[in-house]
């Protein structure tokens, strides 16, 4: 047997607002068996808005029912039957949220009518209750009322049942019941297809845009997590609702996932990713070789051809920390663009800088020095090295490269190439580059804590 319902109310979010109307439809498979209908009292004002969308006003529910009143009789009448509704999550957490209050977990299971009805009719324009009912030749007597939408409800899951039972060979209904918390665009088939291996993977909307990114090393296993996550949390209720498709990506190696995820997030900022959708770090420490091939430390904004070995929220940070080191391993002011003045700096001429302005300190040893400095900046180590990982087949490994502190990017290489891995360059030309910045290398020193992955120097 099956409680076919509708509810209205004075807003959409469960928590806060109240049921100002509830039908019930009960329905043996084939027909209507049985009605119950009322008006409830909020016990609190109806907005303007709901009462022009419904026609319920303040004065209809002032002596209706309140909903303490009128919750036994739901529970009796919907006792060991499918809960079915229009977008079933929305009534369902309403009465779920109502009889809370009242100090009773409300339980039924639970069927949705518009992912049905895009199971058996696929390819109608919309699934509304109104565009569906009008692509059906079905006329609804009281549009918003909940007497009216929840007949409604009923003659189109009459429709459904008819279309299923001609289904020999695949009940969906019994599918649906069976998995009620997927979103009402996405099948179980769709969840069943994906990979239990470790990847990023993206929710889209009905226009393909990406929404929600994320990793998982069991990509099935973590998205099913989401779908059950939903029918617990209404804060994931927009996110259910605006899922209609799923894509992924198979990394192999956590790690990989780990920053894909990230320049991902970046990359499409998606709505409902809160995290690392903005870089806070916009300024950083930059270094160069001059024409002299003297290394030298600066200041400046981040800009997407050149990433700093440093990253910091300001310029003034920024110089702060280079003056710290200019002290530290006695560097040259000029060679740290603290001093900008044609000539020796005034380190040189105090006897604090061993000459490197003009070009009288040896190369080698004062790039030295400014090697140690990058080394301490760059949060690593050693600032040069590839970490080797597991690869998305048996016969592949992961490779993410840093150099001179900088994270560069992932690749994947066939096992039989890392035979000659002191081949640096060879090595190289597997790397697809990526973005640097500090949530990466946030990533990479935590993973490198309690990885056992094998890391490569060069």
């Keep these: 047997m099956f409680a076919i319902v509708d509810i209205e109310t004075t807003g959409s979010k469960p928590d806060y607002d109240k049921i100002?109307?509830?039908?019930?439809?009960?329905?043996d498979g084939e027909k209507i068996v049985d009605s119950f209908c009322t008006l409830v009292n909020p016990e609190r004002y109806i907005p303007d808005f709901i009462t022009k969308l419904t026609g319920i006003s303040n004065a209809m529910v002032a002596d209706a029912p309140r909903f303490y009143e009128i919750a036994k009789k739901i529970v009796q009448f919907t006792e060991g039957h499918i809960f079915v509704a229009h977008n079933v999550h929305f009534d369902y957490s309403f009465l779920k949220n109502e009889f809370r209050s009242l100090g009773y977990n409300y339980q039924r299971q639970t069927l949705c009518t518009v992912r049905?009805?895009?199971k058996l009719i696929p390819n109608l324009p919309s699934y509304s209750l109104g565009k569906l009912c009008e692509s059906l030749g079905i006329k609804i007597q009281e549009r918003h009322r909940a007497k009216g939408d929840a007949e409604a409800t009923a003659q189109i899951f009459t429709r459904l049942v008819q279309i299923n039972r001609m289904q020999v060979e695949n009940d969906v209904i019994e599918a649906e019941i069976k998995f009620p918390t997927l979103p009402p665009k996405i099948s179980y088939e769709q969840v069943a297809d994906l990979p239990e291996e470790t990847g990023v993977y993206y929710f889209h909307d009905e226009k393909g845009a990406v929404i929600y990114v994320g990793k998982s090393r069991n990509i099935r296993k973590r998205i099913a997590s989401h779908f059950q996550l939903f029918s617990k949390n209404r804060k994931h209720s927009a996110l259910k609702e605006t899922i209609a498709d799923i894509s992924y990506e198979i990394t192999g190696s956590e790690l990989v996932?780990?920053?894909?995820?990230?320049?991902?997030i970046k990359k499409y900022k998606p709505r409902f990713n809160k995290a690392q959708r903005r870089d806070k770090y916009l300024y950083g420490i930059f270094v160069r070789k001059d024409s002299e091939g003297y290394l030298r430390l600066y200041a400046d904004k981040i800009k997407t051809e050149k990433m700093p070995i440093y990253f910091t929220e300001s310029g003034i940070m920024a110089k702060i920390i280079i003056e710290k080191y200019q002290q530290k391993y006695n560097l040259c002011q000029k060679l740290c663009d603290m001093y900008r003045h044609s000539g020796a700096c005034f380190g040189y001429r105090v006897g604090?800088?061993?000459?490197a302005c003009v070009c009288e300190e040896p190369i080698e040893t004062y790039n030295s020095r400014v090697e140690q400095v990058i080394a301490h900046l760059s949060q690593f180590k050693k600032p040069?090295?590839?970490?080797?990982g597991k690869g998305r087949t048996h016969t592949e490994k992961s490779l993410v490269w840093?150099?001179?502190?900088?994270?560069?990017?992932?690749?994947?290489?066939?096992?039989e190439d890392l035979e000659d891995i002191n081949n640096v360059q060879k090595l190289k030309q597997f790397i697809q580059k990526q973005p640097d910045n500090k949530d990466a290398q946030k990533i990479i020193r935590q993973y490198?804590?309690?990885?056992?992955d094998k890391v490569f120097y060069f």
């Design 384 to 388: 040069n090295f590839c970490i080797i």
């Design 257 to 264: 996932a780990l920053l894909l995820e990230s320049a991902e």
């Design 352 to 355: 604090e800088c061993a000459g």
């Design 402 to 415: 840093v150099e001179n502190g900088l994270y560069c990017g992932f690749g994947f290489v066939d096992m």
């Design 116 to 118: 049905l009805s895009r």
């Design 448 to 452: 490198l804590e309690t990885s056992q």
């Design 20 to 27: 100002i109307e509830i039908a019930i439809y009960l329905h």
